[in-house]
C-alpha cells in the first residue's frame, strides 16, 4: 500500500471517498439511459481510409489520444493504491489522466501522496488535478503546485450536492470563483459536471469566465445522486438519480455555440457513460476534442489489475483508429465530417431545445 494514508482517518470526507468507491462499483452495471445508442452513422460503403494512415492526436488541448481518464479519488489508502495504479496505466498508455478532488489535502497535508502519487508513476503525462469550485484562486494555485499538474479540473457538482444531507446549498458564487480561479492558476482549467451533463448556457457562462475546456460529463454513466442516497439508511433523495442530461445530448446543446470546440475555443471533452470505442467515435463526431471515462476503467482496475487495464485501453485506441478507417476520417477532426444520425428520445431532446 502507498504512503501511510490510514484509512480509519476521521474526516468525513476520506470516509465518503471510500463510500464513493465501494458504490460507484457497486453500481457498475449495464445503463438504463442510452442515449448514445440513439447516435447512429450512415454507413458509406465506399467511403473508408487507410487505417495506417488515421491520426489519433486530440489537438485542442495537446493529447496524443482522444482518451482520458476523467478526475476519481485520492485521501486514503485505498484511493492511493487506486492512484498509483492510475498513474502506471496513464504511463503505459499515453492517456491524460486525472485525481480526485484535492480539496481535502488542504486540511490534511499529509494525504497529499494519496493524489501525487498519479504525477510520480507518470511523470511525463499530461495529469490534471481535480478541485470543488468553493475554493479560492489561492488554493487552487496550491492544489495545482502540489501535484505537479499540467490541468485543473473544477468541478460543479450542485446535484451531487443537493443529493447529500451534509452538502453545499449555495452555489451563486461559482461562476464568479471559477474566474478567479481562471487568473490565479497558470496552467489550463477545465470546468466539469459529475455525471449531469452542462448545458448550453452554463458551457457560455464558462467560457466567458475563461475555462480552456469543459467535460460535459453527462447522466448514463456513474450517478451521483444514487450514490449519496445509498450512502444513507433511509431513502434519502433517490429521486434525483438520473438528474441532468448524457454528454451526447450536452454535445447536441453546445453545437455551433461561438468560441467553444477547437480551433482555439473553448476544449469540448464528453465523458458520463461511454461504454465502448463505438461510443467514443460518437462523441468525437459530435463534436468532443476527447472523450473521458470514469467508472468503468475504475472497475477494471479494481476487479482485473494494472495490466488488464492497460490491454483494454490500447485495444481501445486500436478500434477507435479502426471506426475512424471504416468512417473515412483521418483524424479527430475529420469525424466531425461523418454523417450522423440522431434519433428516439435523444433527437426530441434536441428539438425541445432549440438545436439540431
Ligand atoms: C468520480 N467523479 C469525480 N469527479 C470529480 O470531478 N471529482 C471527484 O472527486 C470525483 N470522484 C469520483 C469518484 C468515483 C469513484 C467515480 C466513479 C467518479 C466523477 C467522474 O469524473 C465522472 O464525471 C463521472 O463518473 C462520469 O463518468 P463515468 O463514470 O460514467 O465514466
Request: glycine content about 12%; hydrophobic content about 45%.
Amino acid at each position: 500500500m502507498i504512503g501511510d494514508v490510514s484509512s480509519e482517518t476521521p474526516d468525513p470526507t476520506a470516509q465518503r471517498k471510500d463510500d464513493h468507491i465501494r458504490l460507484a462499483m457497486a453500481q457498475h452495471a449495464p445503463q438504463t439511459v442510452r442515449d448514445y445508442d440513439h447516435v447512429r452513422f450512415v454507413h458509406h460503403a465506399l467511403a473508408g481510409g487507410d487505417r495506417d494512415a488515421v491520426d489519433l492526436a486530440s489537438p485542442a488541448l495537446g493529447w496524443p489520444v482522444p482518451l482520458y481518464v476523467t478526475g476519481m479519488t485520492g485521501g486514503t489508502a485505498q484511493a492511493a493504491e487506486i492512484n498509483r495504479g492510475l498513474g502506471v496505466v496513464a504511463r503505459e498508455t499515453g492517456l491524460p489522466v486525472a485525481c480526485g478532488s484535492m480539496g481535502i489535502v488542504l486540511r490534511q497535508p499529509e494525504v497529499a501522496e494519496s493524489f501525487t502519487v498519479l504525477r510520480r508513476e507518470n511523470p511525463d503525462g499530461f495529469v490534471m488535478a481535480n478541485t470543488n469550485a468553493n475554493v479560492t484562486g489561492a488554493q487552487a494555485a496550491r492544489i495545482v503546485e502540489i501535484m505537479g499538474a499540467d490541468a485543473l479540473q473544477v468541478h460543479v457538482n450542485a446535484a451531487q450536492e443537493t443529493a447529500m444531507p451534509e452538502g453545499d446549498r449555495d452555489f451563486s458564487h461559482w461562476r464568479d470563483n471559477i474566474a478567479a480561479i481562471v487568473e490565479a492558476v497558470g496552467v489550463p482549467v477545465i470546468a466539469k459536471e459529475v455525471g449531469a451533463g452542462l448545458s448550453r448556457g452554463t458551457v457560455a457562462a464558462l467560457r466567458d469566465a475563461g475555462v480552456a475546456g469543459v467535460d460535459l460529463a453527462g447522466r448514463g454513466g456513474t450517478d451521483f445522486s444514487a450514490i449519496e442516497s445509498a450512502r444513507r439508511t433511509d431513502s434519502g433523495r433517490a429521486y434525483l438519480a438520473g438528474w441532468g442530461q448524457s454528454s451526447v445530448a450536452s454535445l447536441l446543446e453546445v453545437a455551433g455555440l461561438a468560441r467553444v470546440g477547437s480551433d482555439g475555443g473553448v476544449a469540448l471533452l464528453a465523458s458520463g457513460g461511454v461504454r465502448h470505442p463505438l461510443d467514443v467515435v460518437r462523441a468525437l463526431a459530435l463534436g468532443a476534442d476527447a472523450v473521458g471515462v470514469a467508472g468503468q476503467f475504475l472497475h477494471v482496475l479494481t476487479t482485473a489489475g494494472v495490466d488488464a487495464l492497460v490491454g483494454l485501453l490500447h485495444e481501445w485506441l486500436a478500434e477507435i483508429a479502426d471506426l475512424m478507417a471504416l468512417l473515412g476520417a483521418r483524424d479527430v477532426v475529420g469525424l466531425r465530417e461523418t454523417d450522423v444520425l440522431v434519433t428516439g428520445p435523444l433527437r426530441e431532446y434536441a428539438e425541445l431545445r432549440g438545436v439540431d
